[in-house]
């Protein structure tokens, strides 16, 4: 029997209708309306669609926007110098820092220098930490977003087998902790897994966080799986996941296309941070 579909894009349009009118109500009572700051770095072209999608989606909600776009010649000590007037302006409630920079950027200075409050990516060290350690954090909006894809099948998570297949901080290594507090039993894999099939055939819950168009083929997958597809692999004939769709929705229960699936989720709880961020701190 064919996968059921999970629907990223109708979930996470729910999700941005219950913030737009949080927001409304917010302002209505006379209190903060959530700001978000958006910087990007150079022009790598899916970073641009990605920075107007989330300025569009901050103002359909209600939310205060302010995009950054930098040159690609702008120095580190310029960058950090606008975060720190960023964390210190009491307007903005959420910094998000476009990822990849270009080279000559130091990455991790970039985040360190954001205030862990208004860290809406959940990258700062402070945040992993709290994430790690099951105190209130800001978490990472893809992997809350797979979270909460899951969480929609209604598949108890408790006791189940979940592999994550990729260790990125911005997914993999987040997303395993989430599967952790939910009770799930996780293997992490990677570039260096001895036998990816053999680990990913045990999951009852499949995440798959590469960024390699069609690494997870039908004869990978336990039949009735949760499979949840983070690729965003750009190719000519369009966008593509890391899951090959057609053949692993003929044996998995739930599936998540590509594009719709993931990817709206991102953005959707980018907002939900910024908001979270707002009503502790604003
Ligand atoms: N680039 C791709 N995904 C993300 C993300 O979630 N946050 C940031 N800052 N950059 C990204």
């Known amino acids: 029997m064919a996968a059921q579909i999970i629907d990223g894009k109708a979930m996470a349009a729910r999700i941005r209708a219950r913030i737009k009118e949080e927001v409304a109500a917010l302002k209505q ?23 107007r999608s989330k300025e569009r989606a901050c103002k359909a909600a209600g939310l205060h926007s302010e995009v950054y776009r930098l040159p690609e010649s702008t120095g580190q000590a310029q960058l950090l110098q606008l975060i720190q007037r960023l964390n210190d302006a009491p307007q903005i409630h959420g910094i998000l820092v476009q990822s990849p ?9 970039v985040i360190r220098t954001i205030s862990p409050d208004k860290d809406v990516d959940g990258f700062h060290v402070v945040n992993v930490g709290r994430l790690c350690a099951g105190q209130p954090a800001l978490v990472s909006c893809t992997p809350r977003g797979i979270m909460a894809l899951i969480r929609s099948t209604g598949r108890d998570i408790t006791g189940k087998v979940a592999v994550v297949v990729g260790r990125s901080n911005i997914v993999g290594k987040p997303v395993a902790q989430l599967l952790l507090q939910a009770n799930a039993t996780v293997i992490v894999c990677h570039s260096r897994t001895a036998n990816l099939a053999e ?37 000519q004939d369009g966008l593509f996941g890391d899951v090959d769709y057609e053949g692993v929705s003929q ?26 961020a707002a009503k502790a701190h604003g």
């Open 29 to 51: 009572a006379g209190g903060v309306v959530p700001g978000l700051a958006v910087v990007l770095v150079g022009d790598d072209a899916a970073s641009q669609i990605y920075v």
């Open 101 to 109: 920079p270009p080279a000559h950027i130091d990455e991790d200075a």
């Open 199 to 235: 680990m990913t055939r045990q999951a009852d819950i499949l995440v798959a966080a590469v960024g390699k168009k069609g690494l997870i083929s039908a004869d990978m997958v336990k039949p009735g799986a949760v499979v949840i597809d983070v690729g965003m692999n750009r190719t």
């Open 251 to 276: 044996v998995a229960g739930f599936i998540t296309p590509v594009p719709g699936g993931v990817g709206p989720m991102t953005i959707a709880m980018l907002l939900d941070n910024t908001l979270q």
